[in-house]
């Protein structure tokens, strides 16, 4: 009965959501007598986001805010780059995970590290960090053993994480075709390879700067950081990046706050889901091109595909380039019911009635 429940508030949270926001939409459309960039979608989706989050259960309101921030930062990048803007460093994504790794790498040998972020770092590089200086690993086959499972361990896991995204994505031609090749092409080893690379190299890195070097381990730990993110190089993902580096950023605010360096702020979690949220539907009625592919199937698959029948031609205005992924669609209208200013842009565009 508690997961029925459970299932149960997250529907009605997912369904208050659509509905508010079709509403929100309309309201602005009446008070403000016309439709702009920020009332398309920007604003009525900030305003139902905000409140059908309070009906969700609050210990839920962290993980759907850390999800939708993640992919609305995703989501903005791509607009930046849309737009002619982008970094003059080369790799600079490789360059954010270095730092967040490094930093990542100081909070868990001070053992500040809670959650997924401390699983992930176990994980992938054991207590590498709680091994002593003096140790005789030269002696120690048992260590050398642990080392070559523990390197092994994230390229396996890389190799089924691949094979099952195979799966989801090739399903029907695996099954009906028997068509296996999917399993074998060469970008599938690029996930194991970036895992086998970091792990082993955060590894030998460490165990070099601890052997040879006086450091403090805080010291070690952000340098072997800083040095083994540059494995991104075989596998760069912006989205593993972004997600490293809110982690991080998640941690080093709780760190402060336990510290007494910043306060809580009442209010914020609700304020960047409905941010974050309201960015995410403005790009998908405005500039959907620019959205996540896997978040777009989302909303298609959520509404029916009813998102990707709007007229995004009437948007294009806005000089967004909005009907970019379908730049001939055009729904049928009831002429008795259009407006004239409707009818004067399908006459001046050549769209026939």
Known sequence: ??????????????????????????????????????????LPAWI???????IEKPERHSLLALYVTNVAIETLIKMVHARGFRSPLPHSEVLMFSLSLSMASWLYSQ?????????????????IHNVTRTEKSTKNYHHYLNAIKGVLKPFVLGVGVQAMLQLVSSWKR??????????????????????????????????VLRQGTKWSDGKVASV???????????????????YMTTKVAECMYGLGMEKGFVRSVP?????????????????????PHNLKDSY?????????????????????????RSSTLQPSFWPQYDMTQVSPHLKEFMQKNAIPS
């Not at 777009?296 to 698959?301: E, H, K, S, T, Y």
């Open 48 to 54: 139902a986001s905000f409140m059908s989050l309070f």
């Open 224 to 242: 072997t950081g800083l040095a083994s993110g540059t494995a991104l190089l075989i596998y760069p993902n912006i989205s593993l990046v972004i």
């Open 267 to 287: 209010g914020f979690t609700v304020f960047l889901y409905a941010t974050s949220t309201a960015l995410l539907l403005h790009a998908a009625v405005v500039e």
């Open 111 to 127: 053992h500040k590290l809670h959650g997924i972020l401390l699983i992930i770092m176990r994980f992938l590089f054991g207590d």
């Open 174 to 207: 695996i099954v009906y075709k028997r068509d296996f090749q999917a399993f074998f092409a060469k970008k599938n080893l690029r996930l194991p390879l970036f895992l086998l690379a970091l792990s082993s190299s955060y590894r030998v890195i460490s165990s």
């Open 1 to 42: 009965m508690h997961l029925i429940a459970n299932i149960l508030q997250s529907t009605a949270f997912l369904t208050y959501n659509g509905f508010s926001y079709i509403g929100a939409f309309c309201m602005s459309r009446l008070v403000l007598g016309n439709i702009n960039v920020m009332s398309s979608s920007f």
């Open 296 to 320: 777009w199937r989302f909303l298609n698959r959520i509404t029916g595909n009813r998102i990707s029948e709007m007229n995004r031609r009437l948007l294009d205005e806005f000089g967004f």
